[in-house]
């Protein structure tokens, strides 16, 4: 037996080593261990935990930002109302009159807004007051997300100019 190996002296140890190899591949074909799955959901259940407030907390940040945006335009729009009028509209004739001639207004050129008055990013009306308190002109504001004078975060009330 000088110089010869096992597996040419022994040709089922070769047979069997093929066997046990060709079976450990087909066991990790098989799939996922139970394990390695609650391992993966642990792991997924954290980054939502942390990923998901924030999230939430960006979309509440946009709608304000929406609404400021928003009333610019608006404020923009009542703006050339008054260089076409000499006012602003009043409170009972609202937002409306810059889309309508309400009342038969002298001098009025509108539409003043391409498209309809929007809602506020919450779906509810834009509030207009004129005159405005504190010696303004008017008030353009939205209650925010609760529809509620005062609140913070996304309940926070946001005035134009």
Same mark, same amino acid.
């Given at each position: 037996?000088?110089?010869?190996?096992?597996?040419?002296?022994?040709?089922?140890?070769?047979?069997?080593?093929?066997?046990?190899?060709?079976?450990?591949?087909?066991?990790?074909?098989?799939?996922?261990?139970?394990?390695?799955?609650?391992?993966?959901?642990?792991?997924?259940?954290?980054?939502?935990?942390?990923?998901?407030?924030?999230?939430?907390?960006?979309?509440?940040?946009?709608? $304000?930002?929406?609404?400021?945006?928003?009333?610019?335009?608006?404020?923009?729009?009542?703006?050339?109302?008054?260089?076409?009028?000499?006012?602003?509209? $009043?409170?009972?004739?609202?937002?409306?009159?810059?889309?309508?001639?309400?009342?038969?207004?002298?001098?009025?050129?509108?539409?003043?807004?391409?498209?309809?008055?929007?809602?506020?990013?919450?779906?509810?009306?834009?509030?207009?007051? $004129?005159?405005?308190?504190?010696?303004?002109?008017?008030?353009?504001?939205?209650?925010?997300?609760?529809?509620?004078?005062?609140?913070?975060?996304?309940?926070?009330?946001?005035?134009?100019?």
């Amino acid at each position: 037996m000088h110089g010869i190996s096992l597996n040419a002296a022994c040709p089922t140890a070769a047979a069997l080593r093929a066997r046990l190899a060709h079976r450990e591949m087909g066991r990790r074909r098989r799939g996922f261990t139970l394990l390695e799955l609650l391992v993966v959901l642990l792991i997924i259940a954290l980054l939502a935990g942390y990923v998901g407030p924030k999230l939430f907390g960006e979309v509440g940040k946009a709608r $304000s930002k929406t609404a400021a945006s928003q009333m610019k335009g608006i404020e923009s729009a009542l703006d050339r109302y008054r260089l076409d009028t000499g006012h602003f509209p $009043s409170t009972d004739a609202g937002l409306a009159a810059l889309m309508t001639n309400v009342g038969n207004t002298t001098g009025w050129e509108g539409p003043y807004m391409s498209s309809a008055i929007p809602n506020d990013p919450w779906g509810k009306p834009y509030i207009y007051r $004129s005159p405005g308190e504190g010696g303004k002109d008017f008030d353009l504001m939205t209650y925010g997300a609760d529809g509620k004078p005062g609140g913070s975060g996304e309940d926070a009330d946001i005035v134009g100019k």
